[in-house]
């Protein structure tokens, strides 16, 4: 099979060939980096390694929020993400986890990952992080 932009076209005439995009897309291309973690011939599970272990971590600080262990639930969810961010800028090729741009899968993944990291230490009762101004901010939105 030929590629769309050899292929001939609507009256049988074989295309030129360009490295200019077309006017109009048929396709959605695949994001750098969504190419296969593994070869071809391996297992679908292989293939996708890195999203699978990025969800099943997600899986597991899920469970353990269900189980009322909520602090280090939601800290191994904000530890997968910051996971998923950094298989995304360090690996080549990573399936599945590539959705965006490169640029924008890490930031994403990043900054979701920090702000649950955050959000999890700072969660009462006994709070492991506190932040001096924020109690101050909250006092000063509710008065008002």
Do not use: C
């Amino acid at each position: 099979m030929r590629d769309a932009i050899s292929a001939p076209d609507a009256q049988g005439r074989p295309r030129r060939v360009t490295r200019r995009f077309p006017l109009f897309t048929r396709d959605t291309a695949r994001p750098e980096g969504g190419g296969r973690a593994a070869p071809g011939d391996a297992p679908a599970p292989a293939r996708q390694w890195p999203v699978l272990v990025v969800l099943s971590a997600v899986a597991l600080g899920l469970l353990l929020t269900a189980l009322d262990v909520f602090r280090y639930g939601t800290l191994l969810i904000g530890a997968a993400l910051l996971a998923g961010a950094a298989l995304r800028w360090f690996l080549p090729s990573v399936g599945m986890l590539a959705v965006r741009s490169r640029f924008t899968d890490i930031t994403t993944y990043g900054v979701l990952g920090l702000a649950i990291v955050m959000l999890s230490l700072m969660a009462q009762p006994d709070p492991i992080l506190q932040i001096p101004f924020l109690k101050d901010t909250l006092h000063v939105t509710l008065t008002k």
